[in-house]
Structure formats: C-alpha cells, structure tokens
C-alpha cells in the first residue's frame, strides 16, 4: 500500500472519500486513485509562482513621466489605452510613457477621475512600439474571501532612465492582501490595504492576483511619525471596482461628446 504524506486535514478528508468511493476495488485501484488525490491536493494548496507571473506581465507595465513632475506607472487596459493614477497625470495634457526596452512614445490623458484616483491614457497603436510580450491585463475582483491571499504589485519607483530613454523592468513587491476598506464616496472609495511594500514612483501600477488579474493600482502609503523618525503604516491600492466605475464614466462622457 502507498504511503501517505501528511498534507493537513484537507488532504486526508479527500483520500477518505477516495477509500470509500473505491468500495471492493482491489489495492492497485486504491493506490491509483489515493495517488491521484495526492496530485490534487498538493496542486490546489501549491503556493503561486510569482516570478513566472511577474515574467508573463512586466512587459505590460510603463513608467509614466510626466517631464515636469514625480514619475508614476501604468498598465495596458487594452491596445491604445493605459491606466495610471490621477494624480500623476493631473494637470498635463499629455504624459511621456517609457518602456523597458521598446521605444518611448507619448499619450494623450483623456480621463481623470481624481476622487477615485483613476486616470486613462490614449496613444496611437499605429505609431507606438509595445514590448513584444506586452498584453492587455484583465480587470479582477477581490472580496472579503480573498483577505490573506498572495498578490504581486509591480512600479517604476527605483529605475532611472537611461541615456537612450528606457527604463528596464519594473520592480516587483510581493505581499498579501490584508483588508478592504471603504473611504466613502467622496474620498477615494473602496481601497485594497496591502502589506507589499510601495514607494514613490510605484504610484499607477498594477495590483495582480494569483491568477494575474488587476485586482487594485497602486495608489498611496499611509506614513506616521514616531519618536522623531517615520514608520510606514498601511500600504493602499484602488479597488479593482473603483477602476471600472471610473472608466465607465470616461467612456460615457466620450460617447456624449463630453470633456473629461
């Protein structure tokens, strides 16, 4: 008979229903299926391979420089359209958008939304180089049942630019999700609370989960002051929902023939 692992409670609830559903199989049946079950379990607990995530994405993400102000990061919604925070966009018409080693080209802010801080990016795809790997990243969720799970956040804020105007691969912080929280509708929403630690510049990125959906941007860091010195506190990113409210209403104003 195989030997079995321990694999925690979960793992031996399967392989029981695994010996009662054999009934009088013979033992090269039950080895079979117990070994099958072992598979199962195993796979479903395995913890996410974050660096083939961050390898299938990065193309996926820019560094957003607005020339006269703090850089910031983007995603790619879908071809001609990038989505960044509000406030590195606020106040230009157009941002420059740097890549980690296609040519940089420059796009057009056509939305903001500085309460939910949401802005879109429109670049012309006829005459813009993307990374050949770079994808359009889809839009996820998250709710109360994914608090404690993995997650990938991915920014700009420690690459400079070098002399041809690349910027190399974007940096990658891991962490889990530690809360939701709700600031109301009048000041930024629903928010992710996250350990993965952010800096300056990260500002835009994506928020992926396991599975490589955005499930939150990068928005801000919560910093309070101790003893003289700084402690970082809670590390926010917009809510993967906020994003999609705000970019309903862009298209909406942009079908009414409205101003953003």
Known sequence: MLAIPAYGVWFLAVVGLVLAAAGCANGDEIDARIERAVATAVASNAAPDLNRLYRETRASVFYIDPTDGQHGTGWLLEPGLIVTAAHVAAGREQVIVRQATAPTFVADVVGLDERRDVALLSYDVDDSAL??????????????????????????????????????????????????????????????????????????????????????????????????????????????????????????????????
């Open 131 to 260: 990374e050949p790997n770079a994808r359009p990243l889809p839009l996820g969720d998250a709710g109360s049942d994914d608090i404690a799970s993995t997650l990938l956040a991915l920014g700009y804020s420690s690459s400079g630019v070098k002399r041809e105007g690349t910027v190399g691969s974007p940096k990658a912080n891991a962490g889990i999700l530690s809360q939701i929280t709700n600031f109301g509708p009048d000041s930024y929403g629903r928010n992710l609370e996250m350990d993965a630690a952010i800096d300056p510049g990260d500002s835009g990125g994506p928020v992926l989960n396991a599975q490589g959906e955005v499930i939150g941007m990068i928005r801000a860091a919560a910093r309070r002051s101790e003893s003289g010195g700084t402690v970082v506190g809670t590390f926010y990113a917009v809510h993967a929902d906020e994003i999609r409210a705000a970019l309903g209403e862009f298209r909406s104003r942009e079908s009414r023939g409205l101003q953003r």
